[in-house]
């Protein structure tokens, strides 16, 4: 019911910038929130953070004041701005899409951030 593009990954160095847009399609009037969660090499997928369609935002301790996420819901879209991106950053990044219980993910994006 619900398609999410992901785009904006890459390689940076430490204490530089990147940003993430994920766009999604399809039943998009069903959706209940959008976010962003990421996977480092053995460990588990965590949520980075997350915005409802009545604009409450969450965000994991480990990213506050550092990563900003917004959507637009007249595009259809949401965004991960990362600033002062430090090694421990490097992982794949989901976008996640929750419709009810039910759950909806992108492709996944690397992230590597570079000592």
């Known amino acids: 019911q619900v398609q999410l593009v992901e785009s904006g990954g890459g390689l940076v160095q430490a204490g530089g910038s990147l940003s993430l847009s994920c766009a999604a399609s399809g039943n998009i009037f069903t959706i209940n929130a959008l976010g962003w969660y990421r996977q480092a090499p053995g460990k588990q997928r965590d949520l980075v953070a997350t915005?409802?369609?009545?604009?409450?935002?969450n965000y994991a301790d480990s990213v506050k004041g550092r990563f900003t996420i917004s959507r637009d819901n007249a595009k259809s879209t949401v965004s991960l701005q990362m600033n002062s991106l430090a090694p421990e950053d490097t992982a794949v990044y989901y976008c996640?899409?929750?419709?009810?219980?039910?759950?909806?993910w992108g492709q996944g994006t690397q992230v590597t951030v570079s000592s």
């Open positions: 915005v409802t369609s009545g604009g409450t935002i």
């Open positions: 996640y899409a929750r419709v009810g219980d039910w759950g909806y």
